[in-house]
């Protein structure tokens, strides 16, 4: 608008631009399917997720997750998603962007529910405590 305006010159206009531009590469997520533990086949899930299939919601029973995570930014993600999303994230170092074709999220709402579901455990951990 400033350039449009006249007020800024091409020469500031090009320094602002270069400078306020985004760092982050650009994925593309809306391609990947969304996740559904049911289209995992076993094996894959063992080599993801370091459980077995049947296991996964077993533990998300034990541990009384939430069915839901609700993040800052309004995103929901289900209690299994998570799970299987903290799963993969301590399974094997990965980045968040290797995850989107596994969850087709964006890797700004991977991490924001990981964090989630890993608080969401250390709460637990915490009132085992006291």
Known sequence: MCYDSKIISVEEFLISYDTFQSKNPDFNYESCPAFDLDDIS???CYAEFRF????IPRLAQ???LSPTF?????SVCDGIEGLCMLLKRV???CRY??????FGRP???ISLVTNQVLNYMRY???????
């Open 42 to 44: 076993t094996a894959d």
């Open 52 to 55: 077995k299939k049947q296991d």
């Open 62 to 64: 034990a541990l009384q």
């Open 70 to 74: 609700r993040c800052e930014q309004r």
């Open 91 to 93: 399974a094997y170092p």
């Open 97 to 102: 962007s290797d995850m989107i074709p596994r």
């Open 107 to 109: 890797v700004s709402v």
């Open 124 to 130: 637990l951990t915490f009132m085992a405590i006291a």
